[in-house]
């Protein structure tokens, strides 16, 4: 974009929270419609046909993810993503990204906790070769020795860069403090102990287990009407397996509830995570909870935190909160960024504004304007084809039901003030778990109370 | 491939800017006072993205106050006499809208993106905007404490960073875009009041703004919601050519060395002085964008298959060009090595792809492919109105035009090998470059290099 660097001022940074849902979204003023499709072969996907621009924009995912990563083989998962976008089929990695790049066809996936995911974006004109690629590539990756080398270099060499990394090491101390002996506990893209354990016929095992017919989930939007994508399902997806082979995973709650773990690392900034049990995508409370993280750290200049830690007093340029819907544990989590001498006032001030929430609940004006924003911010999230088919996809995972669009205004404005005060005590009343990695004055590990 | 960039990576913007589509429909017009408007139509959701551009950047500061336009940046949200304190944050907020802002060396950006119903308001605020800002101390000082955060964030936290700055040092003799965009730290922390608001008075006036709108409006309106909000701004303040100081012959190169002991993994990386899109004679830096493509952009570039694929001598390796600035474009490259590899081996194997690049053309192939996909990016980027939005803004505001960006493919498409070569040959030359390393410390260079 330009020689220099672009700085922002509002920019809302998060800390490396490996499965962030998406926001929700509000009944909207849709130009277009969506479309359940069922192929011959009984693959569904939700279609919003948009011919306006000349492009298609596929996503999907499989239930899986790093919770599925084979004991002590953990970045299983991650591994597998950024394979099969390299040899597929009769084509060697140097073959297949020169198909890919001639017709400019962009081909990703992506492991988190709960799912691997990917994304295809193609011209219209381009659209059977696309289609071809990702067959390909779901059905005949070749894990070729050389391949799997070079990414797993790559990834040994990221994870090498996060041992001294303030934000990359309060993620990781929380996940593993929080799901201590559960799957959830080990990071997505493994650890350097156990990536160089993960074998070739590891990944293909997993991709063997995971990439099945049964909880896969597709979105596509764009020049392609529903015909079309009635034959892309069955010729993309009809070749995997019928079942996914997946072991099972326990609903958990985090644990370390009431604990700060504070780890020494020689940077001028120190940086703070804070998260705890939050409240299922499936719980009625659910629209409150919402509601009330908004209220709390939610994406918007008018939140608590942020009126308290930034603009008041200046201490971070970040401070923010979200709710986390894992499958089998629901969260929040949370966290900002501060010098070493205001540490311990930041993370006091940001305890205090939790609990007062959990307390006192939000006031009926919080809770009016926290309606407002979310049920305008609505049509903001649906302007590219890429943000509406993430978004279609995330609706099916969460099992929303195709009408969602329709009912989720009606959601949000049916909660009172006593649901949001009730919610509140329930969220965030609960306790906090807290990473913190730098040089901060005064501040010490300490043990649940 | 792996979906993670290398660090080096992501501290520029990567990518083909500059580069939309040629789209007819695109408008623009200039006020009576000066100010210049685009629009850009996209009916496909009810959403309009709201961009002001005012021609100052870093490059425009007064030595001695480096950060004082990205500070000001900040500033611009403490309100105005007609609009006090948060009162246009809340507006956005209350329609569930999005703002953000952005500094670069050339231009500061502010915008909303709203529904479309609540253009013209945005328009009102903003126009008040331009002369009605209003500072206390009281406002001040914390914003101040915000910038200095945000500077550990981006910059102090980050060994990356830290050399990214030093290298740009060192790239400019005389020029202004030495200077951090952010600022140097010791002069972020004095700046005040006073300068702001005296920067404000000479560079925030319509004849030095850019008003870009994009999403579900018309010319026609948008001429008459503008003539009615920022028609009425009187201008305040004659603005000068922007003439910064000039590069003068550089005649050696330079090396630069951050040692960290938070360094995990070394990288080389290289900047070479080079023309902008506005500054470039016909043809050249789109030779740059195809040369940088060729060079250095996916996993069948040149770096990428010959140090990494082939020579195993690097982990990740790649290249860009960043053609959008007033005065100098950038061309950059990066390498990581192996484990059991040195600086000094991987920087002599670029070195070597650089002088093939040199003294042999590009093949038919390559050339094709990379011009196939540099103009398929300008199609893909008509499914985001806000990338065309910031694509325009920031090629006018850098001294292009509408048609300057309108021809951008159809010159990519009349690029030639020799083309290709000659610019390799010219402005590849390590006497306007830089190299930096990133190690763990000056002894492990010296016995590395």
Known sequence: ?449 | MLKILPLLALLTAVGAAGSAAADPEVTHFTLTNGLEVVVIPDHRAPVVTHMIWYKVGAADETPGKSGLAHFLEHLMFKGTARNPDDRFSLAVAAIGGQENAFTTSDYTGFFQRVPRDHLKEMMAFEADRITGLVLTDAVVRPELNVVLEEQNMRVANNPNSRLAEQMDAALYLNHPYGRPVIGWRPEIEKLNRDDALAFYRRFYTPNNAIVVVAGDVTPEEVKADAEDTYGKVAPRADIAPRRRPREPQQEAPRTVTLADARVEQPSVSRYYLTPSRTTAKPGESQALEVLAHILGSGANSRLYRALVVEQKVALNAGAYYSDTALDYGKFGLYASPQPGKTLHDVEEAVDAVLTDLRENTVTPDELTLAKNRLIADAIYAQDNQATLARWYGAALATGETVEMVQHWPDEIRAVTADAVRDAARQWLDRRSSVTGYLVNSFRAAEKHS
């Open chain 1, 1 to 449: 974009m330009s020689a220099a660097s672009m700085f922002s001022a509002w920019l809302v940074r998060r800390l490396a929270v490996a499965c962030l849902a998406i926001a929700l979204v509000t009944a909207p003023a849709m130009a277009t419609t969506i479309e359940r499709v069922v192929s011959p072969g009984g693959i569904v996907a939700w279609l919003v046909h948009e011919p306006a621009v000349p492009l298609i924009a596929i996503d999907f995912s499989f239930a899986g993810g790093s919770a599925q990563d084979p004991a002590g083989k953990a970045g299983t998962a991650s591994l597998v993503a950024a394979l099969l976008d390299e040899g597929v089929g009769d084509f060697d990695s140097k073959a297949f990204h020169a198909r890919l790049e001639r017709k400019a066809i962009e081909l990703g996936f992506q492991a988190d906790r709960d799912a691997l995911r990917g994304t295809l974006r193609t011209l219209a004109e381009n659209r059977e070769e696309a289609f071809e690629d990702l067959r390909l590539a779901l059905t005949a990756p070749r894990f070729d020795p050389a391949d799997v080398e070079i990414i797993r270099a790559q990834i040994i060499s990221n994870l090498r860069r996060a041992t001294t990394s303030p934000s990359e090491i309060a993620s990781i101390r929380w996940w593993q403090t929080a799901f201590a002996n559960h799957p959830y506990g080990h990071p997505v893209n493994g650890t350097l102990e156990s990536v160089p354990t993960v074998s070739i016929d590891d990944l293909k095992a997993y991709a063997h287990r995971v990439l099945a017919r049964d909880d896969l989930k597709v979105a596509v939007v764009g020049d392609i009407d529903a015909e079309a994508v009635k034959a892309m399902l069955d010729r993309v997806f009809g070749g995997l397996p019928a079942r996914a082979d997946l072991a099972v995973v326990a609903d958990v709650l985090p644990q370390g509830i009431g604990r700060r773990i504070v780890t020494r690392l020689d940077v001028p900034q120190t940086v703070i995570m804070f998260g705890g049990l939050g409240i299922s995508r499936q719980d009625p409370d659910f629209m409150a909870a919402y509601i009330v993280n908004h209220i709390l750290g939610g994406g918007s200049f008018s939140s608590r935190l942020y009126q308290e830690v930034r603009e008041k007093r200046g201490l971070a340029y970040s401070v923010h909160d979200s709710l986390v819907w894992l499958k089998h544990a629901p969260l929040f989590i949370g966290g900002t960024a501060t010098r070493a001498e205001r540490a311990t006032e930041t993370l006091d001030i940001v305890q205090k504004e939790i609990a007062r929430l959990a307390d006192n609940g939000p006031t009926a004006d919080e809770l009016a304007k926290a309606k407002s924003f979310l049920n305008g911010s609505f049509p903001l999230n649906l302007d590219t084809s890429g943000k509406i088919a993430a978004l279609l996809v995330q609706l099916q995972v969460d099992n929303l039901g195709i009408d969602y669009f329709t009912r989720r205004s009606k959601m949000i404005d049916a909660v009172t003030l006593a649901d949001a005060r009730r919610v509140a005590k329930r969220l965030l009343g609960g306790g906090l778990l807290v990473t913190v990695v730098g040089r901060p004055d005064g501040l010490l590990s300490s043990s649940a109370e």
